[in-house]
């Protein structure tokens, strides 16, 4: 396509040339300058493409680089997370079971002193019998 526009450009200045008698040698100079101002334009052109493609390039470098820091973050916040988890899980079930040995405990003493005070309501009630 930049070669097609500089074939256009150097039409157009030929035709300038002839539409305006140019001498020979003016005219040859015209072209000759046109020839080098495309050419400057396409070398522009081209750097600027490359300097572009490479730019794109480190971009892509970089944002998969950050994509995979990102990603390790990530897994170890989840792995942190499972941690955490398993780490609550293991303390509700010490904190279950000491709540039911605690639970246990105390129906056992409630039932000691209910049989405590059982006894305790006989021994009374024998020694008023027997006056003592």
């Given at each position: 396509?930049?070669?097609?526009?500089?074939?256009?450009?150097?039409q157009?200045?030929?035709?300038?040339?002839?539409?305006?008698s140019?001498?020979?040698?003016?005219?040859?100079?015209?072209?000759?300058?046109?020839?080098?101002?495309?050419?400057?334009?396409?070398?522009?052109?081209?750097?600027h493409?490359?300097?572009?493609?490479?730019?794109?390039?480190?971009?892509?470098e970089?944002?998969?680089?950050?994509?995979?820091?990102?990603?390790?973050?990530l897994?170890?916040?989840?792995?942190?997370?499972?941690?955490?988890?398993?780490?609550?899980?293991?303390?509700?079930?010490?904190?279950?079971?000491?709540?039911?040995?605690?639970?246990?405990e105390?129906?056992?003493?409630?039932?000691?002193?209910?049989?405590?005070?059982e006894?305790?309501?006989?021994?009374?009630?024998?020694c008023?019998?027997?006056?003592?």
């Open positions: 396509m930049l070669e097609e526009q500089a074939r256009v450009a150097q157009a200045a030929l035709e300038y040339a002839q539409k305006y140019l001498s020979e040698e003016h005219r040859q100079a015209e072209i000759q300058r046109n020839r080098e101002l495309c050419d400057g334009l396409a070398k522009a052109y081209q750097e493409t490359e300097s572009n493609c490479q730019q794109v390039v480190k971009d892509r970089h944002s998969l680089m950050i994509n995979q820091e990102l990603r390790g973050e897994n170890l916040c989840g792995q942190r997370y499972q941690q955490f988890e398993t780490n609550a899980s293991a303390q509700i079930q010490t904190s279950n079971n000491a709540a039911s040995y605690w639970r246990a105390s129906e056992q003493e409630a039932r000691r002193a209910s049989l405590n005070s006894q305790n309501q006989q021994t009374s009630q024998i008023r019998r027997f006056g003592w």
